[in-house]
């Protein structure tokens, strides 16, 4: 079993920056890939971006590439997403997810989840 617990959501203003933080315990919580999905109002969950448990080559979908950082920390169980250049289009709740082996884009293929943290970027 492995619990997610995220925060660092907020509301800043376009252009802005926000650091999500995703803390993780449990069995062998720190040998899981890591990633963060995002779900805006009346749309389908989105694949954001996901770290495995060595930390090399993240990957992320190409609307945050150059603008949103994933990394991790395994001495504190946390893996962090820095928001740098936020857009309107960022705003949604923001959800990390935790799964043994390989990273995916596919929501259904995470086995835990976090409450979620709402995100809101406004001009």
């Known amino acids: 079993q492995v619990v997610l617990v995220e925060t660092g959501g907020g509301s800043e203003q376009t252009g802005g920056s926000l650091r999500l933080s995703c803390v993780h315990s449990?069995?062998?919580?720190?040998?899981?890939?890591v990633a963060w999905f995002r779900q805006a109002p009346g749309k389908e969950r989105e694949f954001v971006a996901a770290?495995?448990?060595?930390?090399?080559?993240?990957n992320y979908t190409n609307s945050v590439k150059g603008r949103f950082t994933i990394s991790r920390d395994n001495v504190k169980n946390t893996v962090y997403l820095q928001m740098n250049r936020l857009a309107a289009e960022d705003t949604a709740v923001y959800y990390c997810?935790?799964?043994?082996?390989?990273?995916?884009?596919?929501?259904?293929?995470?086995?835990?989840w976090g409450q979620g943290t709402q995100v809101t970027v406004s001009s």
């Open positions: 770290i495995r448990w060595h930390g090399v080559r993240p």
């Open positions: 997810a935790a799964r043994p082996g390989w990273a995916t884009i596919f929501w259904r293929e995470y086995d835990y």
């Open positions: 449990g069995e062998n919580a720190d040998n899981y890939t």
